[in-house]
């Protein structure tokens, strides 16, 4: 087995991480600081999200220079010493690739607009408008709003999948491709131990920009439905691999929404291009189709079992599953995964001993070891995140009322995923000694990291004994996969075996008490359980316990 099968790994939003600058946003030396902490959660790798020069548009997913450090986070020297100091602690740093499009502000799209015929003026999407003077496409971008933008100089429409400050690169173009891989290894060359390749399913365009059939009252449809995974695709992926991947000791993972199981091999795994996939059928469970926040579809406890059971069917034999049930895009789990009013220290519980025991290398989100949940800030001017402003003016426009736009918004705002971490209960919980980019979370003064090391049955000690056993009980990281109980609406069930080793796993996600048949844990010892008198055959209400073969 790879390092990386075998280790756990930390997302880390360095934005909202720790401040040592007083500045009120995060810095690589807030990290270096923290090393002790992060690898005292038994962690072995830590992906950062972008930190390269931006102007935070999209807080980093703006790139304007891949091989140069934002100011605000510090300088290419401190994230030398971070490289170095994370290999002392037995951390690999894993960095961020946002290779689908770029900031605005780069100099490769600030040379493109210019003009139709100078040295970059092929490296962006560019088109001419309809007859009529309106965009080429009715495309709409993933944060609302058109995906194209009218450049006066040039005459002409860019397309941008995103935000109107992130135009997509052209992918089509050589000289692009040769760019940004020369960037990837420039990060090789400094010791990363990975890359989490960003929103990588758009790269290829199609051959002809047609309009796509209405989804919205404006007549536009999600951009997502005309170019994601487009055929030709895993050419790109293949040329990636090779020219950075390839004789590299490291990980890559992409975020890749929508690859089916059939095409999985070619994704990931021997033949694939990548090492992981992201992907978020169990993480967008109430969106069939594209992520309309205000149009969720109501799921069970069941849909989240099938697709977590498919995901690790699919990667049996093909590659190896990233398990995370949180993210920098996400809600936080205790919000999203159950009923309003559920206790969020036994829900995290619940959360933490799926993330620890399924097949593949967990995924833990800054915060998450915490239990933290969701902000619900009163209007939308509290918040930060661009899409939130995207999906608001969307439901507005889809004639929601103002009080059921902003609940979409509670419900799933990035921002809840990005409040500072919480260190203390002093001002701005440890944060920041200046104004926070973002509020802290009301909760801070009973969540927070020294509060939680104190209390041996807090959400965060129950991480750290859980990454404890993962290392120790070895079936945990190399055991098959299979389902238990799997026509149960409450419980999520499943043994991991490897020879005459076994471990089976059982999470109540319900509010009440669940009996389990005894033969399902027969010979099989309680290794641990988030109840204090775990009673035999009978699942308290939210309990999760592992059991160990004798
Ligand atoms: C990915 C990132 C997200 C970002 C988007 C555009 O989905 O995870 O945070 O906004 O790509 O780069």
């Known amino acids: 087995m790879k390092w990386w099968q075998k280790t756990i790994a930390y997302e880390l939003y360095p934005k909202s991480f720790l401040d040592t600058a007083g500045q009120g946003t995060g810095t690589i030396r807030g990290i270096i600081e923290k090393l002790d902490y992060l690898s005292s959660l038994g962690i072995g790798a830590v992906w950062m999200t972008p930190v390269c020069r931006s102007p935070m548009v999209d807080n980093g997913y703006d790139i304007a220079d891949y091989t140069e450090i934002d100011p605000s986070y510090g300088t290419m020297e401190d994230m030398d ?80 999948t995103f935000a109107v400050q992130q135009p997509d690169l052209n992918w089509a173009n050589p000289e692009v491709r040769r760019a940004l891989y020369k960037a990837a290894n420039f990060w090789i060359d400094k010791g990363v131990g990975g890359f989490r390749v960003d929103a990588i399913t758009y790269i290829r365009k199609p051959d002809v920009f047609e309009d796509g059939t209405p989804d919205a009252e404006d007549g536009s449809v999600s951009i997502h439905d005309m170019t994601a995974n487009t055929p030709g695709i895993l050419d790109y992926l293949h040329e990636f691999k090779r020219e950075v991947a390839d004789g590299h000791d490291i990980f890559t993972v992409a975020e890749a929404n929508g690859v089916s199981a059939d095409e999985l091999q070619y994704w990931v795994g021997q033949d694939g291009a990548f090492d992981m996939l992201f992907e978020f059928s169990h993480v967008n469970l109430e969106f069939k189709g594209i992520e309309t926040w205000c149009r969720p579809d109501p799921w069970e406890l069941k849909d989240l079992k099938k697709a977590l059971v498919n995901s690790q069917t699919a990667t049996k034999d093909n590659g190896w599953y990233p398990i995370f049930f949180e993210n920098h895009d996400k809600p936080r789990c205790v919000d999203h995964f159950f009923k309003a009013g559920t206790d969020p220290k036994k829900a995290a519980k619940v959360i933490g001993m799926v993330l620890y025991t399924l097949r593949g290398t967990p995924f833990l989100f800054q915060g998450q070891e915490l239990g933290l949940g969701n902000v619900k800030w009163p209007s939308i001017d509290c918040y930060n995140d661009i899409s939130s402003y995207g999906q608001y003016d969307f439901a507005i426009q889809e004639g929601f009322s103002e009080a059921e736009a902003i609940a979409c918004v509670h419900a799933f705002s990035r921002d809840s995923a990005r409040t500072p971490m919480q260190w203390n209960g002093e001002e701005n919980a440890g944060f920041t000694k200046g104004k926070p980019w973002l509020p802290v979370h009301d909760d801070y003064a009973v969540m927070n990291v020294e509060a939680e090391e104190k209390d041996p049955d807090s959400v965060l000690n129950w991480y750290r004994q859980l990454a404890a056993i993962r290392q120790e009980e070895t079936v945990l990281t190399e055991g098959d996969f299979s389902e238990l109980m799997k026509e149960s609406n409450e419980v999520f069930a499943y043994a991991r075996s490897k020879g005459d080793q076994k471990a089976v796993i059982l999470a109540n996600f319900s509010d009440h008490e669940v009996t389990v048949d005894p033969d399902l844990i027969k010979n099989m010892q309680v290794k641990i359980s988030s109840v204090k008198d775990h009673a035999e055959g009978v699942l308290a209400p939210l309990e999760t316990v592992l059991y160990i073969s004798c």
């Open 81 to 160: 010493e971070l490289f170095a100091k994370a290999k002392e602690h037995g951390i690999r740093i894993v960095m961020d690739l946002v290779f689908n499009h770029t900031s605005d502000q780069n100099p490769w799209f600030l040379a493109s607009k210019q003009s139709r015929n100078n040295p970059y003026s092929d490296w962006y999407i560019w088109r001419d408008a309809k007859e009529d003077g309106s965009a080429p496409t009715n495309w709409r971008g993933i944060f609302g709003g058109s995906a194209w933008t009218w450049c006066e100089k040039r005459q002409q429409y860019y397309l941008h």
